[in-house]
């Protein structure tokens, strides 16, 4: 879906920003397996995490309309709501 609002707007993402976005995740992953208390330390990263994505879709959806984007707006409220069941 989001890459379907870059298509139309004509933009690419960052292969830098997919890949350091890709060893966080990776890097959370292996600390929580080094603890003995990984499944809540898991739950506890999962929960932050849905959490950050939450923000960074309420930042999108405040870009997009302020561009006058209401395409991508919608589709940032849809993904948002995803990951607000997540949470
Ligand atoms: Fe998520």
Redesign the pocket.
Known sequence: MIEGVLERLDKSRSVLKDAAGKMTAMGQALGGMLASDEVVKGGISGYV??HF?IASYNALIVAAEAVGDIEGAKVFQKIKA??EQ?A
């Open positions: 995490f849905e994505e995803q990951e997540m």
